[in-house]
């Protein structure tokens, strides 16, 4: 389909020019005669969309990573992504390197509705033959996929017009409507059953040489700021698991957390930076801790900071 736009308007913008150059070759009858040719023509716009979509990798994590999408209204781009996450589906040439799909195949998308922030999806019943290690991976694909569009927050999932309210395989239960809340890249490292802190916290990770972030939401028995826990986990020289990486040296220091309307402000020592005479901040570190606030914290924009000075600040809606 994008090809087909790009090639209709080389097309057309070829055909201008060529019937302009012809006006110019024709002579006129009258010497003094002035030749008024328009010459707005159409210019090639060669920029693409994409989105964010969270895909298996080869380690079994949902990823992060992007694809094109070609739709304009909301439920267009909705089904557009879906289909990627079907195995087999009409998305599937989009996969980058690396990564598949998770949807049984010959699942298929009944019907969209958006509802302000809320989406609701129905699929056949072809969704439900999911192999039992990979039904929970399936519900947060499509929870983290669908919710990473532009003011969506919530998903109700329905096969053939009822709420799906249990996963198929183990039936256990799960929340009419579902947002980030449910996790991704589930551990759980808690030893008692009270006092359990939900956070997600963004990795990286890499297939050949090119990275992506990882999200992983761990439950454990851990009561303080979920920041302070994100950095710690970031700046730990254990990570959660080999294959993912972090690049916040572990002697990065969380100094000062102040959370205002919209904002969440964080004070690091000078380790947060890759150069501390031009006072750069690595990519990588900007995401991963970015990523992680937007997941746990309901606010716009993280500024970074040190020694009270501003260093960098982030729209948060700019980084999905």
Do not use: W
Not at 57 to 64: S, V
Not at 65 to 85: A, C, P, Q, R
Not at 217 to 244: A, F, H, P, V, W
Request: proline share 2%; glycine share 2%; aromatic share 8%.
């Amino acid at each position: 389909m994008l090809k087909r736009k790009m090639i209709r308007k080389i097309i057309i913008s070829t055909s201008a020019l060529f019937a302009l150059f012809l006006l110019y070759l024709i002579p006129t009858s009258d010497k003094n005669d002035e030749l008024d040719v328009s010459q707005n023509l159409e210019y090639v716009n060669l920029e693409v969309e994409t989105n964010s979509i969270y895909l298996l990798d080869n380690f079994n994590y949902l990823g992060k990573t992007e694809v094109v999408v070609n739709s304009e209204t909301t439920e267009e781009k909705i089904k557009e992504l879906v289909e990627v996450l079907i195995n087999g589906g009409n998305g599937e040439n989009k996969i980058p390197n690396g990564f598949r799909s998770i949807l049984p195949s010959e699942t298929k998308i009944l019907s969209i509705k958006v509802e302000e922030n809320l989406v609701k999806i129905d699929f056949s019943k072809d969704i439900l033959n999911i192999n039992k290690d990979l039904e929970e991976k399936m519900i947060e694909a499509l929870v983290y996929t669908i919710t990473s569009i532009d003011g969506i927050d919530k998903v109700v999932i329905y096969v053939e017009g009822d709420i799906l309210t249990k996963l198929p395989q183990t039936n256990t239960n799960l929340p009419s409507t579902l947002d980030r809340n449910f996790g991704i890249n589930k551990t759980y490292e808690f030893t008692k059953t009270d006092d359990i802190n939900q956070v997600t916290i963004y990795y990286l990770n890499k297939h050949n040489d090119n990275y992506y972030y990882v999200p992983v939401t761990k439950y454990l028995n851990d009561n303080r700021d979920k920041i302070k826990i994100i950095i710690d986990e970031l700046t730990s020289t254990n990570t959660y698991n080999t294959n993912l990486l972090s690049y916040l040296s572990s002697n990065t220091e969380l100094l000062a957390i102040e959370e205002q309307p919209d904002i969440l402000e964080l004070t690091f020592n000078s380790y947060i930076f890759s150069d501390v005479d031009n006072k750069d901040i690595l990519e990588e570190v900007v995401y991963t801790i970015c990523l992680s606030v937007k997941d746990n914290y309901d606010v716009k924009e993280v500024v970074i900071k040190n020694e009270d000075e501003e260093v960098l600040k982030t729209v948060l809606n700019t980084i999905e």
